[in-house]
DNA sequence: CTGAAAGCGCTTACAG
DNA sequence: CTGAAAGCGCTTACAG
C-alpha cells in the first residue's frame, strides 16, 4: 500500500487524457466541467479518452486553483448526540444537491479543541462554516471571518455576530413548564446544560418565567449536557429536595440520564417524578410511559442553516440574526396530574 | 462574503512570510513543519514573521505537492444510527492523534451514492478509508485498491479482499437465541437487517444454529434495518404468526422499532412478547423492562479499525482478514421466564 | 544551515 | 471553438 510520500506509478492527469485524446488539457478541462463551448466531436473524443486511460479527478490540483474548496464544516461538540446526528444528515442532503461535501469536526465542547478543529478546516479553505460553538468557547469574530460564510446552529456566541439557526427554546420551555404547573407540580427541578451555553440560556429563561408567573420557586441544576452528568445531578437534587415531583430535561442524553438515575433510586415515572424532555427521539415514544417531550424540528433547522450557508456563498443578503424554526410540546404521558 | 471565484485582497503564503522574515519560502516551510536543520535564529525570525503577518497554513497546496492529502474517509450508511456515530468517534479520536483528518461520508445504503461519495472521497485523494459497504453495494477490489488502505468496519463484502473489523456475530446471536430458549421460547422471530447484507448473514447464522440444535424452526423477517421498518414488520409477523413469545432485534434501530410496533397491536414486554436486542443503547438500561441486549465492543472496534489504518499507512503488514472483537450477552430483563 | 528551481494537477485569463 | 502560458501554495530534490 502507498505511503504518503512514495512517487509511485506516473499519475493519470488531464495532461495524460489530452495527449490521449490529442487536445489540450484545458480543453479536456472544459469537457469534465462542462463549461464554455466545446464542439460534440471533440467532447466524444474526450471523454473516450478519460475512459480508456483511467482518469479520476483530482479535487486537490481544482481547490489550489480556486483558492476555495467546495467543503463546508460542520463543526459540532458531539456527533453521538443523536440532536447532532440528524443534523448532520439533514445538512449534508442539502449540500450534496449543490455539489458541496460537509466535513464533520467534534469540538468535544472542549475549547482547545474546536479551535485546533477549526485551524484545520480552515488550512483546507473551505467554502463555508456551520458552527454549534463549545461552552466556553474562544472563537472570535475575526476567526469566523477568516473562514467567511459561517452559520451558527442551535448554539449561540454572544461575541459572533453571525447569522444563526435556534428554536424559540424560550416559548417552548415555558410551554413546558406550564404543562407541569397545569398538572398541579410546584417543585420542579430543570436539569440545564452547562451555565454558559446559550442554549441553558434560553431554555431556563423560559422555565423562569413560567415558575416566577406561577409564583412558584425555580430549582435549577446546570450539567455537562450528557446522560452520565445528569444521572448523578437527578439523584443528588431528588436527595437534597426530596418534595421534587417533577422534571424537565435539557435534551436527549440529559432526560435519558434522569430516567436512569431515577432508576437507580429505584424510581418511577411518572409515580415518584414526572418528566418532560427537550428533543424528542425514538425511543421517548414507546417507553413506559412514553414521554411528554419538546419536539425540536432539527431536520428544518439543518435544512435552514444549509440554506443560509448557500445564501452567503452565492453573496445573497442574509439577516445577521436568529433564525427561529418553532418547536412544539408533544404531550404524552409522562406527566402525572397531581390535582385532586 | 466571498464567492468560491473572487480573487480578493493576495493571500498571505509562505512567500510573504519569507518576504517578512528575509529568508526563503523553503526555510519558512522547513520551520513550519520542524523538520530540517534551521538555526535557532531562523527559526525566531520566521515564527515573529508567521504571526505579524497573520500567515495561516494551506493544507490544499501542501496536499497537492504530496500528492496525498492526510484524510481518511468513513464511509458508512447512516449516521444517525447511534453504531456509527460512536463508532465515528471512537475512530476520530485515534485519527486526530496522528494528525489524519476523518470524513464522514453518508452513503444512506444507496449503491449509487455510496459510489458517487466514494469517489468524491477518492478526489482528495485520501490516506485511506474505511467502509461499511452499502447492502446491494457495487464497490470493487479495484475501486478500493485505487483509493488504498482500506479497512472494512462491521460489514463486509466478499468481493472485497480487504481487512475488516467485525465483532463474533454468530456466536453472540447464537447465546442471545439460546437464552431465550433456555427460558422456555420456542416460536422465536428474528428481525434481521436486509438479507444481502454480511451482517444479517452473520447473524442469521448464529440463530440458525441455535434452533437447529435445540430443534425448532426458525422464523425469519428481514428488513430496511430501520425502526420504522421493523415496526411494521413485528406487527405483520405477529399477525400472521400469533404463537410468536419472543423476538430478536437486528440492531438498535429495529430493536426500538419491535417495541414501537409492539406498542402499537398494545402489547407489552416481555409479558407478550420477550425481546433481546443486538448493540446496547443509552435507553435500553433504564427501560421498563431493561432490555437484554449483545453488547458491542463499538469503541475498541473503531479503535482498532483505525489502527488497522494506521499499519496499512506505514506499510507495516495487516492480514487481509476479519479481525473479531468479541461481543457479549448482557442479562437485563426483557426475556419473561416460560418454565412452569 | 540555507536558497533557486521545479512541479504536484488543475483552471483562469488571454490569444487566436 | 481551441491552445500556450501562467499560477494557485506548498515542498522535494538538488546545490552550495
Known amino acids: 500500500m502507498a505511503t504518503l510520500t512514495d512517487g509511485g506509478k506516473p499519475s493519470v492527469t488531464v ?7 490529442g487536445v489540450s488539457a484545458q480543453t479536456v478541462s472544459r469537457v469534465l466541467r462542462g463549461s464554455g463551448y466545446v464542439s460534440q ?5 474526450v471523454l473516450a479518452a478519460v475512459k480508456a486511460v483511467g482518469y479520476r479527478p483530482n479535487a486537490v490540483g481544482r481547490s489550489l486553483r480556486a483558492t476555495r474548496t467546495p467543503m463546508v464544516g460542520l463543526l459540532i461538540t458531539d456527533i453521538t448526540n443523536p440532536f447532532y446526528a440528524t443534523l448532520h444528515k439533514a445538512i449534508e442532503a ?9 466535513m464533520l469536526l467534534n469540538s468535544d465542547d472542549d475549547p482547545q479543541t474546536e479551535r485546533q478543529q477549526l485551524d484545520l478546516l480552515s ?3 473551505p467554502s463555508g462554516l456551520l458552527v454549534a460553538p ?3 468557547s474562544s472563537l472570535t469574530a475575526e476567526d469566523i471571518a477568516a473562514v467567511g460564510n459561517c452559520v451558527l446552529v442551535s448554539r449561540t456566541l454572544p461575541a459572533l455576530d453571525a447569522p444563526s439557526v435556534v428554536t424559540n427554546e424560550p416559548e417552548a420551555m415555558r410551554e413546558a413548564t406550564e404543562a407541569l404547573l397545569r398538572a398541579g407540580h410546584r417543585q420542579i427541578v430543570a436539569v440545564l446544560g452547562p451555565a454558559a451555553a446559550s442554549t441553558t440560556e434560553r431554555r431556563e429563561a423560559g422555565y423562569r418565567a413560567a415558575m416566577a408567573a406561577s409564583g412558584h420557586e425555580p430549582l435549577i441544576y446546570y450539567t455537562d449536557q450528557t446522560a452520565a452528568g445528569a444521572r448523578s445531578t437527578i439523584k443528588q437534587a431528588r436527595h437534597r429536595h426530596p418534595d421534587i415531583t417533577a422534571a424537565i430535561g435539557f435534551n436527549t442524553p440529559v432526560t435519558e440520564g434522569i430516567l436512569a438515575g431515577l432508576r437507580d433510586q429505584d424510581g418511577h415515572c411518572p409515580d415518584d417524578l414526572s418528566l418532560v424532555g427537550f428533543t424528542d427521539a425514538p425511543w421517548m415514544e414507546f417507553h413506559q410511559p412514553p414521554i411528554t417531550v419538546v419536539r425540536q424540528p432539527v431536520e428544518e433547522m439543518g435544512a435552514l442553516a444549509a440554506e443560509l450557508v448557500l445564501d452567503l456563498i452565492d453573496d445573497k443578503p442574509v439577516a445577521k440574526t436568529a433564525h427561529t424554526v418553532p418547536s412544539r410540546l408533544l ?7 397531581l390535582s385532586r
Not at 449540500?95 to 461535501?101: A, D, I, K, N
Not at 404531550?331 to 396530574?337: E, G, K, N, P, T
Open 15 to 21: 495532461k495524460t487524457v489530452a495527449a490521449r485524446a
Open 41 to 45: 466531436q471533440t467532447r466524444e473524443k
Open 123 to 125: 488550512s483546507y479553505r
Open 134 to 136: 463549545a461552552v466556553a
Open 94 to 102: 442539502v449540500f450534496r444537491e449543490h455539489g458541496l461535501t460537509l
Open 331 to 337: 404531550h404524552r404521558q409522562s406527566i402525572r396530574s
